[in-house]
């Protein structure tokens, strides 16, 4: 029997402290002139992240004799494969970025997706790819959802280039933790946790997510799609954020955030990590497997562009701390206390006005992912904006007067994810089975929000499930459409909104405010206690920028921002239909 052709990448921990991997991979018949390239960008990240910059000399050689090599481009390489047998490339790979997206190797930890580190061969994407591991120091361990290969230790094994590309690697000497959601096995692993982090707790409350989100979508009438599921989490001292994966999820977070020994409450840090858990454990259905269109084969050498992020990211988002409450880890106070933070954030940016949720899906790649000084002014956020319009589209759904029961966006979820098989979809199906549950009316309003600028009706829609849309006081930087940072007695503008007194006034972003009226200014709210009484409006800054001291007046605006923090509260003595209305809602 002929053993099946593979591709063999042995990944070497060359030098931990200059950051280095050693990777060699081997062809095992290469074309006449083989090309191959590195991926530009990530799934589910998207930016060109020019991963290639980070590869050093690339040599190669067919048995003894040495292959001539030619860089092509920035990420493409081709190799003069005149000779007979197995092609063997070797090239070193710096790996120092901390984030989920790339690699990274210290003398405590490793960590890399593939994307970073293997080179794809091109012509040979569907033959099975093997990740062998090497140079590990003493004590170090492996944790990754790819197959591992049988008998073989440090050995695993991908069907295909694709397959490969959505396996991370976590490297070291980590804490792991193992249950069992849905029948599936499920592992967590944790890197560089606090020694009062209470494991058994995180490993509960992870399993109760994974459950809940399992029950959701296939109702118990059949199987996940992943047969085992791994969380790599690396605890730094100030971080956030998580890539998703078709079996695993790399996550990044503060350690401060992790549960403690002895700890009963449920802090804020921890709620936002388990949001982060519940977030990117949903896009096991949706993004990896029900995904846009134009995702069904991705293209890893330039922008794959979709407007269909609001749906792929904003949905998720929508369905991330909802679970939190349906799985009775927080309240409804609690819940309705992070929505409105969402709402908030949304509603303080003028970049709503200017953008809608199909251009922001759509040029994620220019301006999500490439933040500046006048982001809140041009963009809106695919994430919060699609986490809202999601909510307006369920409130809907849910108060339509249309049968006993009227269909919901978790109806909309499950048949979708039915009638693709778990496959790509476009806007125009998604459209089309919303107006099959809903009824055509709401599916052009769905079209609407998405592609208008318009503010969502949530104010009333919750009204309905028995939920009052409230404010809180403005805080000084909203009422002069400022984003200011306060450091060591320096106050520097960030951000300055349109349409705000402080874009009125001449403020730039990068200003430092060093006085007002004569007083020197240590933080923000020293405004107002230099006002005096003959124009207590009326504030003179002195001001820094680029060397030069300029004196600016500002008005203190008489009347609240129109973009106030929101407050949402339960109302008294709600109708008993709203009543009904949220438990439904609140309770899947």
Not at 497 to 504: V, Y
Request: aromatic share 10%.
């Amino acid at each position: 029997m002929t053993a099946r052709a593979t591709i063999h990448y042995r990944i070497a921990v060359a030098d931990p402290h200059a950051h280095r991997f050693e990777v060699t991979l081997t062809v095992p018949a290469p074309e006449a002139r083989q090309v191959m390239t590195l991926p530009v960008w990530i799934p589910g990240s998207y930016l060109v992240r020019e991963f290639s910059r980070h590869l050093g000399a690339v040599t190669a050689r067919q048995g003894q004799r040495e292959v001539s090599v030619t860089q092509t481009a920035k990420n493409r390489w081709e190799f003069d494969c005149s000779g007979r047998g197995a092609l063997v490339v070797s090239y070193p790979v710096y790996a120092f970025d901390t984030s989920v997206r790339a690699a990274f190797l210290d003398a405590q930890r490793g960590f890399f997706n593939p994307t970073s580190l293997c080179l794809r061969v091109h012509g040979k994407d569907e033959l099975d790819h093997r990740v062998e591991l090497a140079g590990l120091p003493a004590g170090w361990e492996v944790a990754t959802a790819m197959a591992p290969v049988d008998g073989v230790r440090w050995q695993f094994e991908a069907a295909g280039y694709d397959e490969l590309a959505d396996h991370p690697f976590e490297l070291g000497a980590f804490w792991r933790g193992e249950f069992v959601a849905g029948g599936v096995p499920h592992e967590f692993v944790v890197a560089g946790a606090l020694p009062v982090f209470d494991g058994e707790r995180l490993l509960r409350d992870a399993q109760t997510i994974c459950e809940a989100q399992i029950a959701f979508w296939h109702c118990g009438k059949s199987k996940p799609p992943m047969s085992r599921y791994v969380f790599l989490l690396n605890c730094t001292d100030d971080g956030y954020g998580g890539l998703e994966h078709r079996a695993s999820t790399a996550l990044i977070a503060s350690r401060r955030d992790l549960p403690r020994l002895g700890q009963t409450d449920l802090g804020d840090g921890y709620v936002k990590l388990l949001g982060l858990i519940s977030h990117e454990y949903f896009h096991t259905w949706n993004v990896k497997r029900l995904r846009p269109d134009v995702f069904e084969r991705y293209d890893y050498e330039q922008e794959n562009y979709t407007e269909l992020l609001w749906f792929f990211e904003g949905f998720t988002s929508y369905y991330d701390d909802l679970f939190l409450v349906r799985c009775g880890l927080i309240d409804e106070g609690r819940y309705l206390k992070l929505i409105g933070q969402t709402f908030t954030q949304v509603l303080g940016a003028p970049g709503r006005k200017h953008q809608s949720l199909a251009r922001s899906s759509f040029e994620a790649w220019t301006k999500y992912y490439r933040q500046d000084e006048n982001t809140p002014n041009a963009v809106v956020s695919y994430y919060a904006k699609g986490a809202m319009v999601a909510m307006a589209l369920d409130l809907s759904m849910r108060g339509a007067e249309k049968g006993d029961k009227p269909a919901s966006l978790d109806d909309l979820m499950r048949a979708l994810w039915k009638d693709s098989g778990g496959g790509p979809v476009s806007e125009a199906r998604i459209l089309g089975k919303l107006a099959e549950l809903g009824g055509e009316p709401i599916a052009q309003t769905l079209s609407q929000w998405v592609h208008g600028t318009e503010d969502l009706p949530l104010p009333q829609l919750l009204e309905k499930v028995g939920v009052r849309w409230g404010h809180d006081k403005p805080t000084l930087a909203q009422r002069l459409g400022l984003r200011v940072a306060e450091a060591d007695g320096v106050v520097t503008v960030k951000q300055v909104l349109l349409e705000g007194a402080g874009l009125a006034a001449g403020l730039s972003a990068g200003d430092e405010l060093i006085a007002c009226n004569g007083w020197r200014v240590r933080k923000l709210d020293d405004l107002p206690l230099t006002l005096n009484h003959v124009d207590p409006q009326r504030l003179e800054l002195l001001v820094s920028r680029d060397q030069r001291m300029l004196t600016l007046s500002l008005t203190l605006p008489m009347q609240e921002p129109a973009a106030r923090p929101v407050c949402l509260g339960l109302l008294d003595k709600a109708p008993a239909r709203a009543q009904s209305l949220r438990r439904a809602w609140l309770g899947g």
